[in-house]
């Protein structure tokens, strides 16, 4: 598997985060895409729930009415 393609960013960060993080020997690099790549996440899944509220409010809707589907072949 290859890996992907790398970009040279410029940013700004938090000088005393930056020391503190270069005393610790941790790769700036590293950290700040392991926090960006939750970001993304987060906000996918925010938006996901938004997208999908009023199919899950539908869905609940109907479970509180008619039961779960197939409920009478669970065996828990």
Do not use: C
Not at 8 to 13: D, E, K, P
Not at 17 to 35: C, H, M, N, T, Y
Request: net charge positive; glycine share 4%.
């Amino acid at each position: 598997m290859s890996q992907p393609a790398r970009k040279s960013t410029r940013l700004l960060l938090d000088g005393n985060l930056v020391a503190e993080a270069r005393a610790l020997k941790i790769d700036l690099s590293q950290a700040a895409e392991e926090g960006i790549a939750k970001a993304l996440k987060a906000e996918r899944e925010r938006l996901w729930r938004l997208e999908s509220a009023e199919a899950i409010r539908f869905h609940n809707e109907y479970v509180a009415k008619h039961g779960l589907p197939l409920a009478k072949y669970r065996q828990f």
